[in-house]
């Protein structure tokens, strides 16, 4: 069984509490839609977040958010196949994987398409104050132009999984009154938007605005769980 869920932002007591409400075994997995935050602060708090969730049974699949380095850029990451994709992870926490934006998993019979990263509005704020920012938290151009390659040869998918949406889906009642924006960066959610309109797909979820909400096919989720 596949379960997905939206960002924890490193809160492992909110994992936890899924494995007790839903005792899922070795052969459940569940999905976090973008910053995990296991790759945030690259010391000791992040070790102890993973030693805390490798001892739980079941796999957790994570998608590239905007709030954590990307596995490829730690050199203690290594790759390997899993449901016909290539995923991240570190032996020290087998059960705990990130995927690769463009890859494409078999979940379940499911041909599921993974396209992570966003911007961080926060990103003046984590600067100034010495929080960390990664510059690779956006898609490169040179994995855009890939996946647009990939789709013109096949563009029919059964899952879309991304941290953030389609520009044209944005759930604008979620903007924070403080930000300015203007000066958000919003080329991952345009590209996105050409994506979403050149593809085939059935479902599509992503996290990212901190909500639980159904807009057509794509679902937001945020502190909720649900069965992919």
Sequence with gaps: MYYVTGDIHGYVEYVEDFYHKFNPTYEDTLIILGDAGLNFFLDERDWYNKNVLTFLPFTIFCIHGNHEERPENIKSY?????????????????????????????????????????????????????????????????????????????????IILSHTCPYKYRPVEMFLSGIDQNKVDTSMEEFLDKIEENINYKKWYCGHFHVNKKIDKITFLYHDVRKL
């Design 78 to 158: 290594k790759t390997k196949l899993w449901n016909e994709g290539i995923v991240y992870y570190e032996e020290e926490y087998p059960n705990i994987l990130f995927a690769r934006d463009g890859e494409v998993y078999n979940l379940s019979g499911n041909k599921t398409l993974v396209l992570g990263g966003a911007y961080s509005i926060d990103k003046e704020y984590r600067i100034k104050n010495g929080y960390p920012y990664f510059k690779s938290e956006l898609m490169s151009e040179k994995v855009k132009t890939k996946i647009l390659n990939k789709i013109k040869k096949d563009n029919t998918y059964d």
